[in-house]
Structure formats: structure tokens, C-alpha cells
């Protein structure tokens, strides 16, 4: 849910994203985005469409802040549950390297994989979810 934005977005979004790991970074490809009004809505789409491929296994919640830098990268600031992250968006992997140099970060902090899974075992990891 998402419950303010700087898009011309309803408040909950349904998608699907297939990640496509690159040697910095990975590539989103997203087969299914739809929007609604309410959670509800929402859930019975899911419930009708998904409900024998996809089942529930954790939520979080999370806020944000994006930046657009003048050569049309993003830089994202999120605190989830009380945890903070960074992520750095742009159309090439040399991008990607230039963002992580700025920001004086190393690879090794760099999530692997799709965030969402990521964010799940750091919760676990942290006794927020079972």
C-alpha cells in the first residue's frame, strides 16, 4: 500500500517483478502491475488471479524518499521498520558502479537478488517475523 506518493499512482499496487541479476545490480522485469483504490480490492484481485501460484509470507512497512540526480539516475532512502537502506537506480551497470563510488560504498554491502527477499531474511534475521 502506499499511502502518498509523488506518482500518478492509486494507493495499492499489485506486481509481479521476474529479477534479472547483472555483475552490480539487477534489472526488473515487471509482467503484472495493477492498481487499486483499497487493500481490498486488492487482495480479491490476487485471491482471484494468483491464489494457486502465490501465497502470503511476510509483510513490512516502509517509507521513502526518492532523488533524481541530473543525469537521470535515482537515489532512494528508505527506513524499513526502523532500518535503513539506500538504493542506487540507473540504466547501466557503469552507472551503478559510479553511484556506489560516490556514495563510498562497498559491493560487499550490496543486497544480492531481488530486495523484497532480501528485506524478508534481514526481518527474520532480527526476530520481526516469524
Known sequence: MIPVNIWNEKKVIVTIKNTKLQKIGKKSIIPVKEQFNTEAEARAFIEKNYSDAFKPDFHFDRKG??????????????????????????????????????????????????????????????????
Open 65 to 130: 524518499w526518492q532523488y533524481d540526480l541530473p543525469n537521470g539516475d535515482q537515489v532512494d532512502l528508505e527506513d524499513i521498520e526502523a532500518h535503513f537502506s539506500i538504493e542506487f537506480k540507473s540504466e547501466t551497470e557503469e552507472g551503478l558502479q559510479n553511484l556506489l563510488d560516490l556514495f563510498q560504498t562497498s559491493s560487499k554491502e550490496v543486497i544480492r537478488g531481488p530486495s523484497v527477499v532480501a528485506v524478508r531474511d534481514l526481518l527474520k534475521k532480527w526476530s520481526w517475523i516469524k
